[in-house]
Nanobody
Framework: QVQVVESGGALVQAGGSLRLSCVAS????????MGWYRQAPGKQRELVAV???????NYGDSVKARFTISRDNAKNTVYLQMNSLKPEDTAVYYC????????????????WGQGTQVTVSS
């Protein structure tokens, strides 16, 4: 019953910026890690950035210094600020949420959004 929905994907020129948002809703007791992954046609899904509830972050090498991940715990929302976009950033961006769906849950589970398309033109 946990829903994860991304938004903000668009067509943008190289050098431009985009801000992606991801909102987790439904039956959620708590959320630990939230993150962004991307997948281009014919390629494996790769890490873009992740952030823990406490604010610890990890970025993929290709986006470090250009992208910034942040979150608003009160809104169950994670953001990805993307600057200095390159054509190589073109991909479907997926939001990942690690959460416990109910108070009694013994484990955290991964939930994925449907993805949002980011296309960077040269």
């Amino acid at each position: 019953q946990v829903q994860v929905v991304e938004s903000g994907g668009a067509l943008v020129q190289a050098g431009g910026s985009l801000r992606l948002s991801c909102v987790a809703s439904g039956s959620i007791f708590n959320i630990n890690r939230m993150g962004w992954y991307r997948q281009a046609p014919g390629k494996q899904r790769e890490l873009v950035a992740v952030i823990t509830r406490g604010g610890s972050t990890n970025y993929g090498d290709s986006v470090k210094a250009r992208f910034t991940i942040s979150r608003d715990n009160a809104k169950n929302t994670v953001y990805l600020q993307m600057n200095s976009l390159k054509p190589e950033d073109t991909a479907v961006y997926y939001c990942n949420v690690e959460a416990a769906p109910v108070r009694s849950s013994m484990f955290m589970y991964d939930y994925w959004g449907q993805g949002t398309q980011v296309t960077v033109s040269s």
